[in-house]
Nanobody, 127 residues
């Protein structure tokens, strides 16, 4: 059974940092690209960042470029999202997802293509 378990969320002041983790089990980790999405209250889920099995290949939404960094540790079956310079508009539930490794890089922003999802971790940024 595939499980993706996110952790690391919390409450932080604007300008602060958090690191989210997503631990995967039940799948061959290097056969999947991994992504982070978020859903703010009253809004649709949106793409944040993704990383292919070779972690030199990453993709970010424009609003987080230069502030967020996605990385993965294939030995630990874990993907991370380092979030710096957080803003109140980053407040959301953050979800990690896994999608087949053959998915083109630019398609990693398309949530419906993902095969598995975690339950989410909540991030709140106060002003």
């Amino acid at each position: 059974q595939v499980q993706l378990v996110e952790s690391g969320g919390g409450l932080v002041q604007a300008g602060g940092s958090l690191r989210l983790s997503c631990a995967a089990s039940g799948l061959t980790f290097m056969s999947y690209a991994m992504g982070w999405f978020r859903q703010a209250p009253g809004k649709e889920r949106e793409f944040v960042a993704a990383i292919k099995w070779s972690d030199s290949i990453t993709h970010y939404t424009d609003s987080v470029k230069g502030r967020f960094t996605i990385s993965r540790d294939n030995a630990k079956n874990t993907v991370y999202l380092q979030m710096n310079s957080l803003k109140p508009e980053d407040t959301a539930v953050y979800y990690c997802g896994a999608v087949r490794a053959g998915t083109p890089l630019l398609n990693l922003s398309i949530g419906v293509l993902y095969n598995y999802w975690g339950q989410g971790t909540s991030v709140a940024v106060s002003s």
